[in-house]
Structures are given as C-alpha cells and as structure tokens.
C-alpha cells in the first residue's frame, strides 16, 4: 500500500514541521478526527498538532518514494533501449569436442574460431561459427573432463541454421552419418523450405532456406510456459524486439520472435508456448546464451526490476577481469551479460 493512502492515525502525528500554521491544521484535524475545533485547544492539543504535521510528511515522503522509483524505473528503461546489446554466443555442454567439431565444419560448414582449455577447472571450450566473434553470433562448446554425455531435456528446441539449398545440405549430413529427424520441405502453414538434423549429442538443428544472410547461425528456440509473461521480460529487461509471433492453433503451438534487428541479418530468440504446458524439463546440457552490454551493473538493476533473478551479481571474473553478471528468465532460461569492451580485450 502506498504510504499516501494510508488513513492518518492519531499515533502518527507530530510538530516536527513548520509547514503548516496552527489554524490550518486544526480546521483539518477537526474534519479528520470529527472532533469539534474548539476541544482541539485543551491541555492535549499541543500534541494532536505535533502528530498532525508529522503524518502529514510521511505522506509526502511516500509521495517522493513512489516519485523516485518511477524515475529509477525510466531511466532503466531508457538505459536497456539505448544499450549496445548483441548476442554473442550460446553455450552448451558436447560429450566429445573433437567429434563435434568435426561434425559442424564438415556437415553445417562453421569455422573452429579458438579453444581455450582451462586445466585446473577441468573443462574446454571451442568457439565455432560463420565469422569472427567481435562480429558474429557463434557457439560455445564446453567438454567437462570425463563427461560423456548429457540430458538435453523438452525445454530447449533448436538452433537455426540458414542455408542456400537445405536439401543438398541434408545430403552431406546423410553421407557423413549424422542423423535427419525431418526431411526437407516447406515448413507448416508456410512456404520456407525446412529440415532438422540431429548433432552426436542430440542437439536439434533447423536448416532454413535463404538467401544470403550475415547471421547464418540465426536461431535459438526455447519453450516457455507464460508466452506473454516471456516476452514482457526480454522486452523490459534485455532491450529485445518483438519481431513477429505466429499462432498455429492446428497445432497447439504459438512462437515469438524476439531479438536486436531483423531476422534476416541478426540472431534472434525464438519462444515457444505449447498450449497448456507451463513448465518444461530442461536437462543439463544447453546453458545459456550471452549478451554483451555496455554496463553490466545498470543490466542487472534492471533484471531484477523486471522480474529476472539474478545469479550471479555484476562484477569482474576471476583472473582476468571481464565484467559480467548472470540471471534467470521467470522461466528459468540462464542468459549472461557481458562488458562490450571487456570482451573485445578478451578477443586481442
């Protein structure tokens, strides 16, 4: 309740502020109280008129509260619209790095960009992609020592991956051996040519007939149980557009998407609503998906205030000082939000 509708109390009144004279205050303390004006100046009424004013500016103080978290709530807003976000990669766990790798450059045709093996925490990362990282969405593998496989779980979808000719591309995956859960054809209640294909571990891939496109890593499709609830926050909270939704009541499905420019030249985030599903099992292989910001201590302010949680508090990493912080969607979904310039230094 907002401290300026609260009823004023007896109890609350006190003559710490000379703002209002003592005619004016007993004439509405008399209205207030029902007590006739005139008993107000017996041996008690220093007293009602020292509470008087004192209820009188907690109310104000409540009014300049509520005035000041508007203004926090603005300026968040304007700090997440203006923001210079971009995804930067998405992170998810393989059972064996050498093989995957060896299935996305010869069957999707990614790069492998760098490898970073950090012994002493027992882990390797491979970065992959379609161009460098200070300009491209790309993947992050993580291998965990002696870890050979993972729970992808019914909340994660799949990536997306835009191709010239997707029935050519599914022949490669065939010759190779990989694993083609829907052949190629339009995708339904559309006329886009479309396939899924399966990785070693059992992460969906979406190939998408088009053009060319500087992003053709273009997609990362999670379920989520509130569609509205959902893209109320990536809106507010990470600076997204909504860019299109789709309802195939056929079905039982409804997608958003949801990202930083259109989706022909930029990744974007696609969410997925099943009717009448409100929660998902998301295993223990798909992670999370970073975003750079130029701040992320104003980033995490305005998770919090938008209904995020918020995971890890902004600061610098351990030993080599990139600035992050980490949080949750209602959802659940992990996102990371990196410093613009400290992770182009990690880059050098």
């Known amino acids: 309740m907002a401290a300026s509708s609260i009823r004023p109390s007896l109890g609350c009144f006190s003559s710490s502020s000379p703002r209002f004279p003592v005619s004016y205050l007993s004439r509405n303390l008399s209205r207030t109280l029902h007590v006739p004006q005139s008993q107000l100046f017996g041996l008690n009424s220093h007293k009602l008129l020292r509470r008087s004013v004192n209820c009188l500016g907690v109310a104000e103080s409540g009014k300049a509260a509520q005035a000041s978290t508007a203004t926090s709530q603005d300026d968040l807003l304007s700090f997440v619209k203006n923001d210079k976000r971009r995804m930067l990669h998405v992170v998810y766990r393989v059972g064996d790095l050498d093989r995957t790798i060896k299935f996305y450059t010869e069957c999707l045709g990614m790069k492998l960009l760098r490898k970073r093996d950090i012994p002493e925490e027992k882990y390797t990362n491979a970065f992959l992609g379609y161009g460098p990282e200070d300009s491209h969405f790309v993947i992050e593998l993580t291998y965990n020592y002696g870890v050979d496989k993972y729970d992808v779980g019914a909340g994660f979808g799949h990536f997306g991956i835009a191709v010239d000719d997707v029935a050519k591309t599914v022949e490669l995956v065939k010759a190779k051996g990989g694993k083609v859960s829907r052949e190629p054809g339009p995708v339904k209640g559309g006329k886009t040519v479309i396939a899924f294909i399966e990785d070693p571990d059992g992460y969906k891939f979406e190939l998408l007939e088009r053009g060319p496109t500087p992003e053709p890593l273009c997609q990362v499709m999670l379920r989520v149980g509130d569609l509205d609830r959902a893209i109320k926050f990536y809106e507010k909270a990470f600076g997204m557009e909504l ?106």
């Open 243 to 348: 860019l299109r939704t789709r309802d195939n009541p056929e079905y039982k499905y409804t997608i958003a998407m949801m990202g930083y420019g259109p989706e022909d030249k930029f990744p974007v985030l696609e969410l997925t609503y099943n009717y009448g599903v409100t929660e998902y099992d998301k295993g223990n292989a798909y992670a999370q998906i970073a975003i750079g910001t130029d701040d992320v201590y104003k980033t995490a302010e305005a998770i919090k205030l938008f209904g995020g949680k918020i995971t890890r508090e902004p600061g610098p990493l351990p030993g080599i000082s990139t600035k992050i912080t980490a949080c949750l969607d209602p959802d659940g979904w992990k996102s990371v939000f990196v410093d613009n310039i400290d992770f182009l230094k990690e880059l050098e």
